[in-house]
């Protein structure tokens, strides 16, 4: 156990004098997730928007409140007719109008039936979504309210609710992903790296003469990544929750052996690369193209997996940050338990173990 | 001659890598104490064979016995009692001198207090004292190779394997190293060492001759000069080489 130890002291001291490696540790999680928190956000606050009223009477006058009160949307502008949309959309002022056809209020009393056209800028389509989805929640609110003052209306009005996230917020998506992103750029990326170190520098071959069994070299160099991927999850966490208010309904133990899991998985990743890589850069490289684009673009964080065609969704399916993602996003903002997880839980530990096997076997290659 | 003790004994040892023969069949014994020198040009199998006996690959026929311990079944003894300095190896760059002998003695699982006196001891006799808390990196390379060697042999190992310990290093450097290597040889460490400096074959007890994958002269320097009528190991290598 001395050895092991002694070993481990090593390679943390490794880390803590390289400033590269302590940026990309420490450095990267912050700054990523203050970015995805604060700059890219799909949320929308206090957009612009024209209004073209061309009834202006009570009930229009009111709904017109019920938007600009609603601190999502700042009237920008009143149109007067029909061609001034298209101008005002042009100008890139406006994301969206908003057109009340004329006697709006008549026709709701006398046909119990008026419309509202909303035109949203889709140049962005995230932004027009989100915009026509707050719009027409508004607008759904407030016909529940007149339904209940006056006698109901017949006709079936569909009722939307967000669970989960009722705001949509960005950062519900943001701080899941991250985490797995992180976890596999420290455990995959930066053990391969520092195990490929040691067979580019030599010192590997001296410390397979050495006494000490192969199995246990591998082990105390991975230790330290698993001890600081816990301490960054936590502060990913610590971040998320108390910074942009994203919940953790689930069970905290849950959470942290999953997560413990999934490190085990990039850290099998991590060594698997570098038992084929002979060179740090070959292992930066592969790490790089084989881990983080697939993590980052095809395990439904960014895309949505179903959308995908057939061979990136195969990938997509092979990719353990997949079914990590839906895990910890379910924990996190279902609250989900176990019961609705084993099944992603049960393939997350089939993926590890087929790692580890291969691992194992190109090491004994290597050695053989 | 009198009866030595064999610390090495290599019997139709053979490592093939598909169906290229790297080690043909090679057969050898090292007598405690001496300074074995394995000498071939680049890619004659000297440092596939050293692999073998120092328990990293195993051999695709043949047998080996290591102070004592057979290379199939007692790698783990073996590895108690050798020590082993790569061709590239020398240190870790971001640690200093003191941590760098810590690790190394830690992980052969000398204690705390005889790591305290083994680092005491080395850094002593090299003359750095100063040097014990300098990053590796700060050294010249003559200096970490010394160390490298030092480190090598901190837990008193019955043989020390040198992979060419001197490679990349000046002529002046390789005498001081070779000054270590004379010392741990009175001190009755075995040394086999590999290189490919002719110059260097001189300072061997005896050298063995690698020519593609075998053996094909194994003798004292003095022997060998005088059996192929020349003045230089250089020369000797060159009619090897040759066939």
């Not at chain 1, 209020?105 to 039936?113: H, R, V, Y």
């Not at chain 1, 607008?139 to 309210?145: A, D, F, R, S, V």
């Not at chain 2, 390379?141 to 019955?158: R, T, Y």
């Amino acid at each position: 156990m001395k050895r092991f130890w002694g070993f481990v002291h090593k390679e943390f001291l490794h880390i803590f004098r390289d400033k590269r490696t302590l940026i990309i540790l420490f450095g990267m999680p912050i700054i990523q997730i203050l970015l995805f928190g604060y700059a890219i956000t799909n949320e929308v606050r206090n957009a612009n928007i024209a209004i073209l009223d061309l009834s202006k009477d009570a009930v229009t006058n009111s709904i017109i409140n019920k938007i600009s009160s609603s601190g999502y949307f700042m009237i920008y502008d009143n149109l007067d007719n029909l061609d001034e949309i298209e101008t005002v959309f042009k100008t890139g002022k406006v994301k969206e109008v908003i057109v009340f056809e004329s006697g709006f209020a008549q026709k709701l009393k006398s046909n119990k039936k008026a419309e509202i056209q909303i035109i949203t800028d889709a140049t962005d389509p995230n932004t027009g979504t989100t915009l026509y989805f707050y719009t027409s929640n508004i607008i759904k609110n407030y016909q529940m309210e007149i339904n209940l003052v006056q006698q109901p209306f017949l006709n079936i009005i569909p009722e939307i609710q967000a669970r989960y996230n009722p705001l949509l917020k960005g950062v519900y998506l943001f701080v899941p992903g991250l985490i797995t992103i992180i976890l596999m750029l420290v455990c995959a990326m930066m053990t391969s790296i520092s195990l490929t170190k040691e067979k580019e520098l030599g010192s590997m071959e001296v410390l397979l003469a050495s006494p000490m069994k192969p199995f246990l070299v591998i082990i105390s160099k991975v230790i330290p990544y698993l001890i600081l991927s816990l301490i960054i999850s936590t502060v990913i966490l610590l971040i998320g929750h108390y910074n942009f208010g994203v919940p953790i309904r689930g069970n905290l133990i849950l959470l942290y052996l999953e997560i413990t899991l999934f490190i085990i998985t990039a850290l099998s990743l991590g060594i698997l690369i570098s038992t084929k890589a002979q060179t740090q850069q070959v292992a930066l490289m592969v790490s790089l193209a084989g881990l983080m684009l697939p993590t980052i673009l095809l395990s439904g964080f960014i895309f949505p997996i179903e959308n995908m065609p057939l061979p990136l969704q195969i990938i997509a399916h092979i990719n353990p940050s997949t079914y990590f993602m839906i895990i910890v996003r379910d924990i996190m903002i279902k609250g989900s338990g176990l019961e609705f997880l084993w099944q992603e839980t049960a393939i997350l530990i089939g993926i590890t173990l087929v790692l580890i096997i291969a691992s194992i076997k190109n090491f004994r290659i290597r050695l053989q | 001659m009198e009866a030595p003790n064999i610390v090495i004994k290599v019997e139709n040892l053979t490592k093939k890598f598909g169906n290229f023969i790297a080690v043909n069949n090679i057969s050898f014994e090292v007598y405690k104490g001496e300074i074995f020198g394995f000498l071939g040009a680049n890619g004659a199998g000297k440092s596939t064979a050293m692999k073998m006996l120092c328990g990293l690959w195993l051999p695709t026929s043949g047998n080996a016995k290591i102070a004592g311990y057979d290379i199939y079944k007692e790698t783990e003894l073996i590895k108690k009692k050798i020590g082993y300095m790569s061709q590239k190896f020398s240190l870790y760059e971001d640690l200093t001198v003191a941590e760098n002998i810590r690790f190394y003695a830690g992980i052969y699982g000398l204690s705390n207090q005889q790591i305290e006196a083994k680092t005491n001891e080395l850094l002593s006799k090299l003359g750095i004292e100063e040097l014990r808390n300098s990053l590796i990196k700060s050294l010249p390379l003559g200096w970490k190779q010394k160390l490298a060697f030092s480190v090598a042999i901190i837990h008193d190992p019955e043989i020390v394997f040198l992979d060419e310990p001197t490679g990349g290093v000046d002529p002046i450097t390789r005498r001081q190293f070779w000054d270590l290597i004379y010392d741990a040889s009175n001190r009755g460490v075995t040394v086999f060492v590999t290189t490919h400096y002719m110059d260097e074959a001189e300072y061997c007890d005896r050298i063995s001759m690698m020519v593609a994958g075998k053996i094909e002269a194994l003798d004292k320097p003095s022997i060998l000069k005088q059996n192929y009528g020349v003045s230089t190991m250089d020369e000797v290598f060159l009619k090897l080489a040759r066939g």
